[in-house]
């Protein structure tokens, strides 16, 4: 090849197969076509002129697939001319790469692509001609594409997944820069999707969640783009937002259309969604920060409710802030015991006398003073905090007890993590063998949200406490939808009429008639009673004369820290 390489597009000299051929003194020449056209790369010798002076059967039928102009053999001028427009370089640049690759004695390779066919090229300068080898990587070509779109799609749905999210979301935000195209970005979590999980098996959540996508898919844009990014989680990116009114519209669609019944194989099924909504470039102008925003719109979404869409609002990201701040506290908290327990006492009517109390958590933070629980146990009951922090309870109210007098018990609250963590028995054969307290002066308190979750299993743990000799109460009882049924499928000790209740004696015509009701439903099933929230002497005689057993509440005393309910204890002989 000359060093003017601008004349390899001037030669075209057609030459067909040319055999190479040996000889040495004299000795037959050997022809070694036959071998080099078994080789299914194509193989190109090119002279210092640029003139192919040698070429195989390969390399022939390759270039010919190209649809290049039909020769009886490849030609430079063919060479040159599938460099150029295969690999959509200019002809320049071709030609800057191979002097680059002549005078440094390497080898320089090119992709070519044409009529559904790719070639690899590759030119080696060998002294001064070139030797150039041709392979068909379609194949290869095409698998790694099907590779690229499989990396970037959810397998269950079809739709896409994080990483084609992340893409086409920095594609509309290079948009917003460059012309203002503005974006929104709607984060989706389906409401009531574990139990469906749960209690019907996976297949059945994966049917559903093919046609939550379906769903998506029919409320949206061509231009916008649904991702799934989790178990439960979808996003919608969508483009050319004009003002938040349309993308109000489609928050509004999603959940209704989301939160209608599906057929599922034989199988009703009603899932909710909410949704949390952040605008581009209001609410951030990069990927990380409008998925963050859109995150704690979807938090607020959830407190308020579920089966509904929240705006980002700064403020969201303040509240988040402190509420990091407050679960690394309480972990620290924990660590240092800056837990306390109070105890609210119990009186039973009959004879006048405190009979027990009810432990209840207060934490006393060092900069913040006394948190009350409701600021607290949600958040600690969010993040699976709330399972050491009862055990310590159950420990911390066994030892205190063992202060008190021998006929006097304790109530400590379960909830329903502690259940679920299959460590709640063995914690309390625990804590009662390490204080020395007798199982029947402990008594355990649940909620109906307790026997909500995983029925069969949480009556097991009831029946093995029974067992023990520790005795259970339903706390708030009448505010649920089942807590009849409940009555009936565990024999419980005692219920704890909700203070609310009490709360609409003096108010409501129908307050009394609903105490009596419980009292007489619990004397006649052998069970206690207790009025919770009991704060004024009116409500004192009235719950006597309904039939309640037991009373809780300020007019007998607020909860009092453990160092002083012992000289409460010894002031208090009666109460009329």
Same mark, same amino acid.
């Not at 030609?95 to 080898?107: G, N, P």
């Not at 055990?391 to 911390?396: F, G, H, P």
């Given at each position: 090849?000359?060093?003017?390489?601008?004349?390899?597009?001037?030669l075209r000299?057609?030459?067909a197969?040319?055999?190479?051929r040996?000889?040495?003194?004299?000795a037959?020449?050997i022809?070694?076509g036959?071998?080099l056209?078994?080789?299914?790369?194509?193989?190109l010798m090119?002279?210092?002129?640029g003139?192919v002076?040698?070429?195989?059967?390969? %390399?022939?039928r390759l270039f010919?697939?190209l649809?290049l102009?039909?020769?009886t053999?490849?030609? +430079?001028?063919?060479?040159?001319h599938?460099?150029?427009?295969?690999?959509?370089?200019?002809r320049?640049?071709v030609?800057?790469?191979?002097?680059? %690759?002549?005078?440094?004695?390497?080898?320089v390779?090119?992709e070519?692509a044409?009529h559904g066919?790719?070639?690899?090229?590759?030119?080696?300068?060998?002294g001064?001609?070139?030797?150039?080898?041709?392979e068909?990587?379609s194949?290869?070509?095409?698998s790694?594409?099907?590779?690229?779109e499989?990396?970037?799609?959810?397998?269950?749905?079809?739709?896409?997944n994080r990483?084609?999210?992340?893409?086409?979301?920095?594609?509309?935000l290079?948009r917003?820069?460059?012309?203002?195209?503005?974006?929104?970005?709607?984060?989706?979590?389906?409401d009531?999707?574990k139990?469906?999980n749960?209690?019907?098996?996976h297949p059945?959540?994966d049917?559903?969640l093919?046609?939550?996508a379906? @769903?998506l898919r029919?409320t949206?844009?061509?231009?916008? +783009?649904?991702a799934?990014?989790g178990?439960?989680?979808?996003?919608?990116?969508?483009?050319?937002?004009?003002?938040a009114a349309?993308?109000?519209?489609?928050?509004r669609?999603?959940?209704?259309l989301?939160?209608?019944?599906?057929m599922?194989?034989?199988h009703l099924? +009603?899932?909710?969604?909410?949704?949390g909504?952040?605008?581009a470039?209001?609410d951030?102008?990069?990927?990380?920060?409008?998925?963050?925003?859109?995150?704690l %719109?979807?938090y607020?979404a959830?407190?308020?409710g579920?089966?509904?869409y929240?705006?980002f609002e700064?403020?969201?990201?303040?509240?988040?802030?402190?509420? @990091?701040?407050?679960e690394?506290?309480?972990r620290q908290g924990?660590a240092?015991r800056e837990?306390?327990?109070?105890?609210?006492?119990q009186?039973?009517l009959?004879s006048?006398r405190?009979i027990?109390?009810?432990?209840?958590?207060?934490?006393c933070?060092?900069? @913040?003073?006394?948190?009350?629980?409701?600021?607290f146990i949600?958040?600690?009951e969010?993040?699976?905090?709330?399972?050491?922090?009862?055990?310590?309870?159950?420990?911390?109210?066994?030892r205190?007890?063992?202060?008190?007098?021998?006929?006097?018990?304790?109530?400590?609250?379960?909830?329903?993590?502690?259940?679920?963590s299959d460590?709640?028995v063995?914690?309390?054969i625990?804590a009662?063998a390490?204080s020395?307290?007798?199982?029947?002066?402990?008594?355990?308190?649940i909620?109906? $949200?307790?026997?909500l979750?995983?029925?069969?299993? +949480?009556?097991?743990?009831?029946?093995?406490?029974r067992?023990?000799?520790?005795?259970?109460?339903?706390d708030d009882f009448g505010? $649920?939808?089942s807590?009849?049924?409940?009555?009936?499928?565990?024999?419980f000790?005692?219920i704890?009429?909700d203070?609310s209740?009490i709360k609409d004696?003096t108010?409501?015509?129908d307050?009394?008639a609903?105490?009596?009701?419980i009292a007489g439903?619990?004397?006649?099933?052998g069970?206690?009673t207790?009025a919770?929230?009991?704060e004024?002497s009116?409500?004192?005689?009235?719950?006597r004369l309904e039939?309640c057993?037991?009373?809780q509440?300020?007019?007998?005393?607020?909860?009092?820290?453990?160092?002083?309910?012992?000289?409460?204890l010894a002031?208090q002989?009666?109460?009329?």
């Open positions: 090849m000359s060093a003017d390489l601008h004349s390899l597009g001037a000299r057609e030459t197969l040319h055999a190479i040996s000889d040495r003194g004299g037959p020449s022809s070694w036959r071998y056209n078994v080789i299914r790369h194509g193989l090119i002279d210092a002129a003139r002076i040698a070429s195989t059967a390969p %390399a022939l010919t697939e649809k102009e039909p020769t053999a490849p030609s +430079t001028r063919q060479l040159l599938a460099l150029c427009a295969g690999t959509g370089q200019p320049s640049e030609f800057q790469s191979l002097r680059q %690759a002549r005078d440094l004695r390497v080898a390779s090119f070519v044409g066919q790719t070639l690899h090229i590759e030119l080696q300068p060998v001064d001609d070139w030797v150039a080898t041709v068909d990587v194949r290869r070509k095409a790694e594409a099907r590779a690229d499989m990396a970037r799609q959810d397998p269950l749905t079809g739709l896409p990483l084609l999210l992340r893409e086409r979301l920095s594609h509309a290079a917003l820069e460059r012309n203002g195209e503005a974006c929104a970005l709607l984060l989706v979590d389906l009531r999707f139990p469906v749960d209690t019907l098996g059945i959540g049917a559903l093919k046609k939550v379906d @769903r029919s949206v844009r061509p231009t916008d +783009t649904i799934r990014i178990g439960d989680e979808f996003v919608i990116l969508q483009a050319g937002v004009r003002d349309s993308t109000q519209a489609l928050a669609r999603l959940v209704d989301i939160g209608r019944t599906y599922v194989e034989g099924l +009603t899932i909710g969604a909410s949704v909504v952040a605008l470039p209001e951030g102008a990069d990927a990380d920060k409008l998925l963050k925003n859109a995150d %719109a979807l607020r959830k407190l308020d579920r089966g509904t929240r705006f700064p403020e969201m990201d303040a509240r988040m802030q402190a509420r @990091r701040k407050l690394l506290d309480m924990l240092r837990f306390q327990l109070h105890y609210q006492p009186l039973q009959e006048d405190l027990g109390c009810e432990a209840l958590i207060r934490w933070h060092p900069e @913040r003073g006394m948190i009350s629980p409701l600021d949600p958040l600690a969010e993040i699976g905090l709330i399972v050491p922090i009862g055990e310590w309870v159950i420990r911390q109210a066994c205190d007890a063992m202060t008190w007098p021998d006929h006097m018990s304790v109530a400590v609250n379960v909830s329903p993590a502690q259940f679920k460590r709640l063995e914690t309390i625990s009662l390490s020395g307290l007798s199982a029947q002066r402990l008594e355990v308190e909620t109906e $949200g307790v026997l979750r995983e029925n069969e299993k +949480t009556l097991q743990t009831l029946h093995r406490l067992e023990l000799g520790v005795r259970v109460s339903m505010t $649920g939808y807590s009849l049924s409940y009555l009936r499928s565990f024999p000790d005692k704890k009429i203070r209740f004696l108010s409501k015509p307050g009394e609903i105490i009596r009701a439903l619990g004397k006649s099933l069970m206690t207790v919770e929230g009991v004024t009116e409500q004192m005689q009235r719950i039939g057993t037991d009373v509440g300020y007019l007998i005393s607020k909860p009092i820290p453990a160092d002083d309910l012992l000289s409460f002031d002989k009666s109460i009329v």
